[in-house]
């Protein structure tokens, strides 16, 4: 291994586990992996959580992401968050050394990728559908996203067997992240017959479903063909807002015609300079974005096909972002190089505040009278003029600074705050009782959570299952027999404003234990356990009698 590759790797290293330790920052039970990780527990272990639906209708049946979480865990001994945040801090790295390759492919030096890179790993919150560009928790998606863009750099240098493995890899975790590049890989074959990639991708699609069809624990499969009624268009409307487009904000649609601009102007600023793959890529990711917001609105809403709040093509925006990252932050280091100074400050700051506000209008016109708005604009362009001068003057200095400056200046002087803090010792007390002093099928609820996480973490922590909450709700975009269950039972002990008098009610649905927050104490009954937060009961009858 030579010095320049050695510091390429350190570099690459210290670029990811910033990320993961600093910001954008990782979370765990915070999301997705609500759902996620019930299930794999439950496929672990089929002796627990057999009374949640949430954990006994799995929806994994099309991605190798929880046989290589079990697998994980059986080679390391260790509990499922060790194996998903090591494959994380993995494909974060290749996702990484992805945009390096882009940046090389561009004709930036080694240095100056590495600030395009590093810009990258700063993530971008892609808000409309929900998602990001590196993602927080440790899901298939998160896993996904970062190789399809080690699959875009390794198409810009020619390597086309290996861009088609990163693919098919990224296809087995979360097939629909991989469908743009597929779109776009379909267009090149067409154009320069390029057929090379496509074996390791056709070998991943057959995989893909030899594995389906011996899923563990699947008891209701996804149906794609058919429609929406209007009962289950309500739940999804509620739980899944995110899908359709109508529920939008407007200033969403604004700050994505506004990034569109910005690749337009990117690429044609750029275009002498992309190889000719990527210049194919680079045109048509932007638009196919844009178009998969309209194709998400006609196919949901006009047609109310079921198969779209499962595919999620609108999602296909976040693609506008990244391409918006890359055409501004290589734009403006060229700029910078030029001495077109103005022209430099204007790209590279754009690009240092999209990590800070998703909606990044906001702080390209920034409000003076606003502290925080001016304080993040002010952070954007310091780090813009850093690159600027590691741009022009090959400054070690500024370059370092671009690159690891971000890590504190973000999110402790800009308090940019990605996620709220979840967990607390009273859940793990409340979870660590449960496990001790309830059998593996006593059913919990927890009827004044409303929207809040924290019976989540519950579930996971104590392995005990859950009547109904919030966040296991995510899955009515998928399974039509668990929406109307979930549904159900959220208006019968859940909902969003707590009802003292469906307490006495709940007994009769089979649950054994409610959990309270401590304003919520029941007169006339007694809790087998409390905390500083819980209250935890036995359920009664309407007599008041356990």
């Not at 990224?170 to 992240?177: D, S």
Request: aromatic share 14%.
């Amino acid at each position: 291994m030579t010095r320049e590759t050695a510091g390429l790797v350190a570099v690459l290293a210290l670029l990811t586990i910033g990320g993961f330790l600093f910001f954008p920052g990782h979370t765990f039970l915070q999301a997705d992996t609500q759902i996620y990780v019930p299930i794999l527990e439950r496929i672990w272990d089929p002796t627990v959580l057999g009374q949640d639906p949430v954990a006994t209708r799995p929806h994994v049946s099309y991605t190798i992401y929880d046989e290589t979480a079990l697998l994980l865990r059986r080679l390391t001994g260790q509990p499922f968050q060790f194996g998903l945040h090591l494959q994380q801090i993995l494909y974060r790295g290749l996702g990484l050394w992805g945009m390096f390759l882009i940046g090389r492919a561009l004709g930036l030096s080694w240095r100056l990728a590495l600030i395009l890179t590093a810009v990258f790993g700063l993530g971008a919150t892609v808000n409309g559908p929900a998602i990001l560009t590196f993602e927080y928790e440790p899901t298939p998606r998160s896993f996904s996203v970062p190789l399809v863009v080690l699959a875009i750099g390794l198409v810009a240098h020619a390597r086309w067997v290996a861009a088609g493995v990163a693919c098919g890899v990224a296809y087995l975790y979360h097939p629909p992240t991989t469908v743009p590049f597929l779109a776009m890989l379909s267009l090149h074959t067409v154009w320069r017959r390029q057929w090379r990639a496509w074996p390791p991708i056709l070998a991943a699609l057959l995989l893909g479903w030899v594995v389906s069809r011996f899923q563990l624990g699947e008891s209701e499969p996804q149906r794609f063909f058919t429609t929406i009624d209007p009962t289950l268009e309500t739940m999804q409307r509620l739980r899944g807002a995110y899908n359709w487009v109508s529920l939008w904000p407007v200033q969403f649609i604004r700050h994505y015609q506004f990034l569109l601009l910005v690749c337009l102007a990117g690429f044609f600023r750029l275009r002498a300079r992309m190889p000719e793959s990527l210049q194919l890529f680079f045109f048509f990711l932007p638009l196919y974005g844009i178009l998969s917001v309209g194709a998400s609105w006609f196919l949901l809403e006009g047609m109310k096909w079921a198969f779209i709040p499962q595919f999620q093509p609108a999602r296909g925006v976040l693609w506008v972002s990244v391409v918006a990252i890359v055409v501004s932050t290589t734009a403006g280091l060229y700029a910078a190089r030029d001495r077109r100074w103005a022209e430099a400050l204007l790209w590279l700051t754009l690009v240092f505040c999209i990590p800070q506000q998703a909606d990044v209008l906001q702080l390209v016109f920034p409000d003076v009278r606003d502290p925080q708005q001016l304080t993040r604009f002010l952070i954007a362009v310091a780090l813009a003029g850093c690159a600027a001068a590691a741009a022009r003057w090959n400054s070690v200095v500024a370059w370092a600074a671009v690159l690891f400056l971000p890590f504190y200046l973000i999110p402790q002087v800009g308090q940019v705050q990605n996620y709220p803090p979840l967990h607390h010792p009273e859940v793990y007390e409340l979870a660590d009782w449960a496990r001790a002093n309830t059998q593996k099928d006593d059913l919990f609820v927890f009827p004044d959570a409303g929207r809040e996480l924290y019976p989540g973490l519950f579930r996971v922590y104590a392995l005990r299952p859950l009547y109904v909450d919030w966040k296991g709700g995510g899955q009515v975009n998928l399974l039509r027999e668990f929406a109307y269950q979930w549904w159900d039972r959220w208006q019968k002990a859940g909902g969003e404003i707590y009802d003292a008098s469906k307490l006495p009610r709940l007994r009769s649905y089979g649950i054994q234990y409610v959990v309270l927050k401590q304003a919520h104490r029941v007169p006339g009954q007694t809790p087998i356990h409390e905390n500083p937060k819980y209250l935890v009961y036995r359920t009664w009858d309407s007599t008041g009698h356990e």
